[in-house]
């Protein structure tokens, strides 16, 4: 089973990116859960989302505190308190940003992947708002290769009719220009 | 052909509603429900459903309209949470009395202060007298799955039926549904039009005064409706299963055919418990879990042959009855067990309140609780997870 965190602001999609990565690997035959972690929404304000996705079927119903991939929709989140927290040794980690990998290293110590995408650029070009989930997700399916990139285009179709073939650009986009640094750091 | 897509709790019951063929839909937006009422007025408004959608200025308004709505004939439908089923209270008991076969879905939230918008059970089981029966599903598919059952339920039985779902936990969870052929789920439930009922061309009057003479049988029938109904669920849930493939008893049990313990419990959690429990049994100890499916009419003979054998039983209540002997789920074991020649040590818990996460390790330290409680007596409740 693998299970995922992703953190984002209000209004970027987070949880709307959980969904549609559950909602892609059912498509595929798959069991997958998607969750947030619901407070009082805020436009702006930290936002975490889950995902479980397995080939049996998914028991739990807990929270995720140790998760094998961490998603991060915006790079000034990490300077937050538990960003990093219970990423398995060797986990993935996935983030918007215009930096470089190594200078997140020390939020994510036990890293073996950190894979890096403009999304924020990304998103503003080719939907023209900073609504960064469909991108991120075409790096993480680059990375993880978790759900195949049709499946999960499929689905954004279904989810976002009128504005699908935006964000489908979005996700292509991301999906070539994610770069990643392989640590070392071993499962 | 049964299609198979990721929806969360909420949606499957939307789409239960609609492939129901409700008449009439009544309801007032309250999270975490919201998303229910949503997708169906959004199925009404795109010409899907054919129904008259009602909006209203409260939860007191949306039964009160449901409950005369009923009273024609119609097949109909509300749903709420938490401050919104407590604001329906005094309307519940007019529904059941009246027999008014309307379904809600509850989707379980905290009762405020202070204000909380995530899940326990402490709505429905104040509302647990109202004379309604009350069904607890376990995941989207259950959701989807009772909704269906229940319109056949209430009108079979002519008692209003709430179908109690965990707030966030199953509402708003993205998971893998089956969904049948709207076809088939109408040839289960066809609309029919129940006899005696109000209408411009017979009218009569309903909810009139039943004084001292005629208020005691009036209620007993009601009461005895309730009992009636429990063969009526099984029957339902027989015909369900030989269309759809998919059975549902009043609980389900796991692990405990060897167990000398065993958790009993409502809700979404019994998967995380049966997680636990095979891990545990994995490291050789015998504890199991039986999971309640129907809360009223409560299962007294099925729970009583489920427990044979069991040493000691743990009760998790996700809800509280302030000052009394014992919480709600707790009280209902202890006297379904209580006359039996050999009965079960019962240890309470508390756990969950207002949406805190019942964790692996609160699972282990409620399944360990319960097997010292069989070996040295029950202690006081535990309230699991709660800081000091």
Known sequence: MLEIRWHGRGGQGAVTAAEILATSAIKEGKYAQAFAAFGPERRGAPVQ??????????????????????VVLDKNLCTMEGVGDGLKDGGAVVLNTDGKAEDYLYVFKKAGKVATVD????????LGTPITNTAILGALVRVTGIVSLETLEEIIKQRFRQHA??????????????ALLETGERR | MVRRIGIS???????AVKMADVDMIAAYPITPQTTIVEKLSEFVANGELDASY?????????????????????????????????????????????????????????????????????????????GWIQLWV???????????????????????????MDGFIVSHMYEPVELPDEEEIRKFIPSRPLENRVSTKRAHAVGVVGPPEYYYEMKYQAIDAIEESRPKIKEIDND??????????????YGIEEADAALILMGSIFGSAKEVANALRRDGKNVGVISLRVFRPFPVQELRRAIEGIRA????????????????????????????????????????????????????LMYDATQKAAREGAGRCIYVGLRE
């Open chain 2, 9 to 15: 709790g909420n949606y499957a019951v939307a789409y």
């Open chain 2, 54 to 130: 009602m909006n209203v200025e409260s939860e007191h308004s949306a039964i009160s309209a449901c409950v005369g709505a009923s009273l024609t004939g119609a097949r109909v439908f509300t749903a709420t949470s938490s401050q919104g089923l407590a604001l329906m209270h005094e309307i519940l008991f007019m529904a059941s009395a009246l027999r008014t076969p309307i379904v809600m879905a509850n989707v379980n939230r905290a009762l405020s202060a202070p204000l909380n918008i995530w899940n326990d059970h402490s709505d429905a089981m104040a509302q647990r007298d109202a």
């Open chain 1, 49 to 70: 989302a889950f995902t479980r996705i397995s080939d049996k079927e998914i028991l739990t119903r807990c929270q995720i505190y140790e998760p094998d991939i961490i």
């Open chain 1, 119 to 126: 999304a924020t650029e990304i998103a503003l070009k080719e």
């Open chain 2, 313 to 364: 039983v743990g009760v998790v209540d996700r809800a509280t009855s302030p000052g009394g002997s014992g919480n709600p789920l707790y009280n209902e074991v202890a006297t379904a067990l209580y006359d039996m020649p050999e009965r079960p040590v019962i240890q309470g818990f508390v756990a969950g309140l207002g949406g805190r996460d019942i964790r692996e390790d609160d699972f282990r």
């Open chain 2, 240 to 253: 369900f299963n030989s269309r759809f493939g998919k059975s549902y008893s009043e609980i389900d049990t």
């Open chain 2, 138 to 164: 376990r995941s989207a598919q259950e959701a989807f799955d009772a909704t269906v059952e229940s319109f056949k339920i209430a009108e079979e039985t002519r008692l209003p039926v709430m179908v109690n």
């Open chain 1, 165 to 178: 073939e935006k964000n489908i650009s979005a996700v292509r986009r991301a999906f070539q220009e994610t």
